[in-house]
């Protein structure tokens, strides 16, 4: 009897430290992590011209080269008239093209009311990689695709008159980050907006580069203090991230970029996905769709609170902590 009382004390209290160790990690997460993740420091040797591509939503995937092929696959619309394009650029994970891949761009399509286009790179190494190496060499392929692209604004073209909007998640910040300090020469208004959504670069200097972003005729960053995977690479970094917060960690306010807007979604929520439909609150979801189909138009909403900076603003309404 005595040594069932002893194996049910020292399962009690293998439970306990199990359940404060699981209580540390959920509380401590982000230290968890950036003690495991690391930024990458060598090349991947595997790293070739096959892992990158275009990917439709319905899963198609064609080579870089081939962005007529890709967009010629899409349908018209019920008028016969090319819609808008939205190129996707991804972030940090595996699988990117895979089934969430294949919604995200799903949802974005329906948001814009548009074709959506995946640049698909090489964003995965393993748990303990952040591939920031990856991102520069993604950079340098995105840019060959924007220079496609201005081919293709030329009278009979596929992208004659067709609005292109991008929208760059996460890791996408460094990948664009790079095409800035690369300044292409790229023509004014190739791109009607760039929509950063919460994008995992560092903040400081971060206007050097994306006023060098002239081709796009608007910028509009979102911004989410509470996203989790923004809180690793702060601590990973030790310095602030651009998609989590506009001011750096000695509390100095950050010189902001003059031809971007910038939006604030918290406090909102831990969602890393919050422009996913279901990962939003509905005033979020109304006016991330809204800048993308009408870009600064759209900072009237009413969901929109304009903060003393001219080019900074408040998500508030249904769903919004901070209304």
Request: no cysteine; charged share 20%.
């Given at each position: 009897?005595?040594?069932?009382?002893?194996?049910?004390?020292?399962?009690?209290?293998?439970?306990?430290?199990?359940?404060?160790?699981?209580?540390?990690?959920?509380?401590?997460?982000?230290?968890?992590?950036?003690?495991?993740?690391?930024?990458?420091?060598?090349?991947?040797?595997?790293i070739s011209e096959k892992s990158f591509g275009l990917v439709t939503p319905d899963g198609k995937r064609f080579v870089l080269g081939d962005l007529e092929g890709a967009l010629s696959s899409f349908k018209p619309s019920a008028?016969?008239?090319?819609?808008?394009?939205?190129?996707?650029?991804?972030?940090?994970?595996?699988?990117?093209?895979?089934?969430?891949?294949?919604?995200?761009?799903?949802?974005?399509?329906?948001?814009?009311?548009?074709?959506?286009?995946?640049?698909?790179?090489?964003?995965?190494?393993?748990?303990?990689?952040?591939?920031?190496?990856?991102?520069?060499?993604?950079?340098?392929?995105?840019?060959?695709?924007?220079?496609?692209?201005?081919?293709?604004?030329?009278?009979?073209?596929?992208?004659?008159?067709?609005?292109?909007?991008?929208?760059?998640?996460?890791?996408?910040?460094?990948?664009?980050?790079?095409?800035?300090?690369?300044?292409?020469?790229?023509?004014?208004?190739?791109?009607?907006?760039?929509?950063?959504?919460?994008?995992?670069?560092?903040?400081?200097?971060?206007?050097?580069?994306?006023?060098?972003?002239?081709?796009?005729?608007?910028?509009?960053?979102?911004?989410?203090?509470?996203d989790p995977a923004l809180q690793v690479t702060t601590r990973m970094y030790n310095t602030a991230r651009l998609g989590r917060t506009l001011t750096n960690l000695d509390g100095s306010a950050e010189p902001l970029a003059r031809?971007?807007?910038?939006?604030?979604?918290?406090?909102?929520?831990?969602?890393?996905?919050?422009?996913?439909?279901?990962?939003?609150?509905?005033?979020?979801?109304?006016?991330?769709?809204?800048?993308?189909?009408?870009?600064?138009?759209?900072?009237?909403?009413?969901?929109?609170?304009?903060?003393?900076?001219?080019?900074?603003?408040?998500?508030?309404?249904?769903?919004?902590?901070?209304?």
């Amino acid at each position: 009897m005595e040594a069932m009382r002893t194996i049910l004390a020292v399962l009690a209290l293998v439970v306990v430290l199990l359940t404060a160790a699981s209580g540390y990690v959920w509380l401590n997460y982000d230290a968890v992590v950036a003690m495991v993740l690391k930024p990458q420091t060598v090349a991947t040797g595997d790293i070739s011209e096959k892992s990158f591509g275009l990917v439709t939503p319905d899963g198609k995937r064609f080579v870089l080269g081939d962005l007529e092929g890709a967009l010629s696959s899409f349908k018209p619309s019920a008028d016969g008239s090319s819609r808008p394009l939205v190129l996707f650029v991804h972030g940090f994970g595996p699988d990117p093209d895979g089934e969430f891949g294949l919604y995200t761009m799903g949802e974005l399509a329906k948001g814009a009311d548009a074709d959506v286009l995946m640049f698909n790179w090489p964003s995965w190494i393993s748990m303990t990689q952040f591939p920031v190496l990856n991102a520069k060499a993604a950079s340098e392929r995105l840019i060959t695709l924007l220079q496609d692209m201005a081919k293709l604004r030329a009278p009979g073209k596929a992208l004659e008159n067709r609005p292109v909007m991008i929208v760059g998640h996460s890791m996408a910040g460094e990948v664009f980050r790079h095409v800035g300090e690369a300044a292409p020469d790229l023509p004014g208004g190739l791109i009607s907006r760039i929509l950063f959504a919460v994008p995992e670069t560092a903040l400081p200097d971060h206007r050097l580069w994306m006023e060098k972003l002239g081709f796009a005729k608007e910028i509009f960053v979102f911004v989410n203090a509470d996203d989790p995977a923004l809180q690793v690479t702060t601590r990973m970094y030790n310095t602030a991230r651009l998609g989590r917060t506009l001011t750096n960690l000695d509390g100095s306010a950050e010189p902001l970029a003059r031809n971007a807007n910038y939006i604030l979604l918290d406090p909102e929520s831990w969602r890393h996905y919050f422009f996913v439909s279901g990962q939003r609150s509905e005033a979020i979801d109304q006016i991330f769709a809204d800048i993308l189909k009408n870009g600064s138009a759209a900072l009237s909403n009413d969901y929109l609170r304009t903060e003393p900076a001219v080019n900074v603003f408040v998500v508030v309404g249904p769903g919004a902590e901070g209304s």
